[in-house]
Structures are given as structure tokens and as C-alpha cells.
């Protein structure tokens, strides 16, 4: 098991401290109390509406912003996340002011709520930019972006998902696309009404129609692909657990096992032999861990057997897997793309009435039939392969392949996790202790959580703290109404 301090210098080792021993005496403080009903962290993510993990990063960040008080003349400022969390700790009157200030900080940290008004706004988003600065050059790394929402940013509303993914000039210029075959038919055969057309001439306009669906759907598609990428590059968390990635992308079971692998390899969960895992988490110090089985395992009895069924069904907490900026990915996941829809239906809606048309006139529709059949398979690929769906998922497990190493070290994930995370049981394959993991997993083969296109706050501005101290119809082949039916 890893106590504070192993833990500490693994978590720090790439920031540049100035005061170790003060970092660690906060790194290591306890806000909840060990035997508390209903602890602090419980409570900021109740009042707050937080995931677990969310809100273990928030007070993590929390934190980081009291040594940042601690060590800067001039104070810092919170972000709104962090100014909640402060809040909350300031009405545990014992544990703040005397725990954590006298005994641990040797300081009293003040809050100080902004005054209100458009100079002391300014005087406030200076000192907040002050701090992101501050904080990026003490810990070596960006401040989370889930937690630090950097200033000037504009949040973008998932509600708002058409004006997102298109603009009106390429939605504008595939509905011209779609005027070049009528044209293209009047110019050729002297008709602009295509339903006058005999059999091979439809079949010829078709084409040209097919063609321009394509097009259009695809210069849309596109476009909206430009916006989706840099979506997922602006809203991309800079911190999230490899459980939150995993549950994004592969669903609840590849999570939840991806969790279990984990806590088998830190020896918190045995694996028997009657294919029951037997609980040790009561057994030692596990605060350290991010594993988010953790808790709740706390929870059940020492030595207690338990099925897979049952981590899935009474100790699996869905939202403890979840991540904010996921989230939005899944909403915007949900979202269709209307125009999409609109632009296939009219090549459709066309054709069906043609072949209604030739059907009344008893003649063949065969290959017009063939043709409909083809756009369709063609719009399903091209929808398949670029709807929003499959641009982001493509975009965040590109992001979560090139993780750097060192980075996923710091977060105490290793090789064998992170293979599993991505390839399942097959990744366990030439580790004895774990083959039998695999005919367990097998029948809760994890499934894509994109299949069918679902899924399984800015600077406060308001306080700051101080210390003290396509086909064709081949010509005459069709005879008259042919293939493309009509009169």
C-alpha cells in the first residue's frame, strides 16, 4: 500500500516547489473526518450536483490554490469550482480555522468576497490571470480547465450544435449542388421537370442528382468536421482518470473491468478460484488511490465474496466513471444533423415517386430500384464515417492513445491497465493470474458506446484570498419507359 509520503513524491515530481514540507502537510491534509456519516466531500458533491471524481479533483485543486495563498505576497484567486469548495470548508468552522489554518497552514486564510462593480471586476480578472500564471509555474503544468476555466473563453452552448458543426455558406452551396442536375437536364434533354423524362434520361438525370447528394453531404460533413475537431481540442480535459476515458469511449463494462484489473494488481481485491472476487479493501490505507470502486468497497464487509454481478449491479457507481467535459462530448454525440437528412430524403423521395410513376405505366423499375439502393448504402457509409458521432469519438481516443507515458505514470496507471483499457481481455493474454478474468469478461463484452449515436465555469471574479503573517441505364438496353420507368 502507499502511505503519504510514497504517494507525495510520486504525485509531485514534476512540479517545482518551493516549500515541500508545506505542500505535503496540505497534500496530505484530511477535510473529511474519518468517522463522519456524511463527510465533506459527500456534502460539496451533493450541494453541487458533482460526480465523486469530479469533486476528489476539486478539492485536489482547492488545495493547490491554498499553497498558492500560501506562498504569494499578494494573495490568489479561486476559480468559481474552487471558490465553491472554499466555501463549503470555511462553515467547518474546527477543521478550517483550527486544523487546517493554525496546525497545518501556521496562517489564517482569509476570504475576501469582491466589492462588486466593473473596476473591481477587472482588478479581480487580473489577479485570477495573475494566479493561472502563479499556478503553472509552481506545479509544472496548466491549471484543469474543467476546474480552471481560463478567462476569455467562450463556452460553447451543446444546444446551439447546427450553428457548431455548419455554417450557411457551405449549407448554401450544397443546396446549389443539387440545382446542377436540374440544369444539367434541361441543358441536355430541353426538360426542367425530370418526372417528363423517358426511362434512360431519368436514370441519366439520377446520376447527376446522386452525385450531387454526395457532394453536398459531404462538403457539410466536412465542414462540420473542421468544428467538432476543434471543439474536442478546446474542451479536451487536461486532467481525467483513465476510468473516465475509458467509460467514454468503451462503456460501462470496459470501465468497470478496466477498475477491477486495477484493483486485483494492487492486491485490494482477491480473485478465487469459484470466479468471486474477495474484498481487502478494509485491510490497509487506500485514501491514496483514484480508483472509483474504492469507496464504495469501503463500504462492504472485509473478506465478503463478490460476483461480478454484484460490483456491477450494487457497487458500480455510474457517475463516479463520468467526466464533465465527457459529458458534453456525449451530449453533442446526440445531436443529428437535420440538413443531412433533408438533403438524401429529396433523392429519395424523388426516385420513389419515379418508380411509382413507372409502376402505374407498367414499366421497369429495376434499375432505378438498384440505384435508390446504392445512394442509400453510400449515404450510410458516408454518415457512418463522418457524423459527429465518429469525428469525436475518433478525435478523443486519439488524444487518449498519444497520452504521454510519463503523464499516465503520474497518475498511477501502468502498461497492462492502460492495454486492457484499450483492447480488453485480449491484453491480459500471457498473465496466468489473470486468464481466468477472461472467460468472466467474455460475456459482458463491452459495446461501443457511439453504436447508434448514444452513449451507455469561468474566473470568480467575486473573491481572493490573504493570509496573515454513383450508376447508369445503358441507352436503348432499357426500350422506352425502361429501367427508369415513366410514361
Given at each position: 500500500m502507499l502511505d503519504c509520503q510514497t504517494y507525495f513524491y510520486f504525485y509531485v515530481a514534476n512540479m517545482i516547489i518551493e516549500n515541500m514540507e508545506l505542500w505535503k502537510k496540505i497534500e496530505c491534509f484530511q477535510i473529511d473526518e474519518p468517522n463522519a456519516a456524511f463527510p465533506f466531500s459527500k456534502k460539496l458533491a451533493k450541494e453541487n450536483n458533482w460526480t465523486g471524481v469530479f469533486t476528489n479533483?476539486?478539492?485536489?485543486?482547492?488545495?493547490?490554490?491554498?499553497?498558492?495563498?500560501?506562498?504569494?505576497?499578494?494573495?490568489?484567486?479561486?476559480?468559481?469550482?474552487?471558490?465553491?469548495?472554499?466555501?463549503?470548508?470555511?462553515?467547518?468552522?474546527?477543521?478550517?480555522?483550527?486544523?487546517?489554518?493554525?496546525?497545518?497552514?501556521?496562517?489564517?486564510?482569509h476570504h475576501n468576497p469582491s466589492k462588486g462593480g466593473t473596476i473591481e471586476n477587472h482588478k479581480h480578472t487580473d489577479w485570477y490571470n495573475e494566479t493561472l500564471l502563479m499556478y503553472e509555474k509552481v506545479f509544472g503544468q496548466k491549471p484543469p480547465t474543467e476546474i480552471w476555466q481560463q478567462p476569455g473563453n467562450k463556452s460553447i452552448d451543446i444546444n446551439g450544435y447546427q450553428a457548431l458543426v455548419q455554417n450557411k455558406k457551405s449549407l448554401l452551396f450544397a443546396v446549389g449542388l443539387l440545382?446542377?442536375?436540374?440544369?444539367?437536364?434541361?441543358?441536355?434533354?430541353?426538360?426542367?421537370?425530370?418526372?417528363?423524362?423517358?426511362?434512360?434520361?431519368?436514370?441519366?438525370?439520377?446520376?447527376?442528382?446522386?452525385a450531387a447528394i454526395i457532394a453536398g453531404l459531404l462538403l457539410i460533413l466536412f465542414e462540420g468536421k473542421k468544428k467538432l475537431l476543434l471543439f474536442v481540442e478546446e474542451n479536451y480535459p487536461a486532467k481525467y482518470s483513465i476510468y473516465q476515458a475509458v467509460y467514454f469511449l468503451y462503456g460501462k463494462h470496459r470501465a468497470l473491468q478496466t477498475a477491477i484489473v486495477d484493483?486485483?494488481?494492487?492486491?485490494?481485491?482477491?480473485?478465487?478460484d469459484d470466479k468471486t472476487f474477495i474484498n481487502k479493501s478494509t485491510l490497509g490505507n487506500t485514501s491514496f488511490y483514484t480508483n472509483p470502486l474504492i469507496d464504495n468497497l469501503k463500504q462492504r464487509a472485509a473478506g465478503e465474496r463478490l460476483s461480478y454481478e454484484t460490483i456491477a449491479g450494487e457497487i458500480l457507481n455510474e457517475s463516479d466513471f463520468k467526466h464533465p467535459a465527457f459529458d458534453k462530448f456525449s451530449l453533442l454525440?446526440?445531436?443529428?444533423?437535420?440538413?443531412?437528412?433533408?438533403i438524401f430524403l429529396l433523392g429519395f423521395i424523388l426516385a420513389v415517386f419515379r418508380i411509382l410513376q413507372?409502376?402505374?405505366?407498367?414499366?421497369?423499375?429495376?434499375?432505378?430500384?438498384?440505384?435508390?439502393?446504392?445512394?442509400?448504402?453510400?449515404?450510410?457509409?458516408?454518415?457512418?464515417?463522418?457524423?459527429?458521432?465518429?469525428?469525436?469519438?475518433?478525435a478523443?481516443?486519439?488524444?487518449?492513445s498519444n497520452e504521454d507515458l510519463f503523464n499516465m505514470q503520474l497518475k498511477g496507471h501502468d502498461f497492462i491497465l492502460r492495454d486492457f483499457s484499450k483492447q480488453g481481455v485480449t491484453a491480459l493474454s500471457g498473465f496466468g493470474?489473470?486468464?481466468?478474468?477472461?472467460?468472466?469478461?467474455?460475456?459482458?463484452?463491452?459495446?461501443?458506446?457511439?453504436?447508434?449515436?448514444?452513449?451507455?465555469?469561468?474566473?470568480?471574479?467575486?473573491?481572493?484570498?490573504?493570509?496573515?503573517?454513383?450508376?447508369?441505364?445503358?441507352?436503348?438496353?432499357?426500350?422506352?419507359?425502361?429501367?427508369?420507368?415513366?410514361?
Open positions: 479533483n476539486a478539492i485536489a485543486e482547492y488545495k493547490k490554490f491554498i499553497y498558492l495563498c500560501c506562498i504569494s505576497s499578494t494573495g490568489a484567486s479561486p476559480s468559481l469550482i474552487v471558490d465553491e469548495v472554499w466555501h463549503l470548508h470555511l462553515t467547518y468552522t474546527q477543521n478550517y480555522w483550527e486544523d487546517f489554518c493554525r496546525k497545518t497552514l501556521q496562517k489564517q486564510i440545382i446542377i442536375p436540374f440544369i444539367l437536364c434541361y441543358l441536355q434533354f430541353e426538360k426542367w421537370d425530370p418526372y417528363k423524362l423517358k426511362g434512360p434520361a431519368f436514370i441519366q438525370f439520377f446520376t447527376y442528382l446522386s484493483l486485483l494488481k494492487k492486491d485490494i481485491l482477491e480473485l478465487s454525440n446526440k445531436q443529428k444533423n437535420i440538413w443531412l437528412w433533408l413507372g409502376l402505374a405505366n407498367d414499366k421497369p423499375v429495376t434499375f432505378l430500384f438498384f440505384g435508390i439502393i446504392i445512394l442509400f448504402i453510400l449515404f450510410l457509409a458516408i454518415y457512418k464515417n463522418l457524423s459527429n458521432a465518429a469525428i469525436i469519438r475518433s478523443v481516443e486519439r488524444k487518449y493470474e489473470f486468464a481466468i478474468l477472461s472467460t468472466m469478461f467474455a460475456a459482458y463484452s463491452p459495446v461501443s458506446r457511439f453504436q447508434n449515436g448514444n452513449s451507455d465555469g469561468g474566473c470568480s471574479g467575486s473573491s481572493r484570498c490573504s493570509s496573515c503573517g454513383g450508376s447508369s441505364c445503358g441507352g436503348s438496353s432499357c426500350g422506352g419507359g425502361g429501367c427508369g420507368g415513366g410514361d
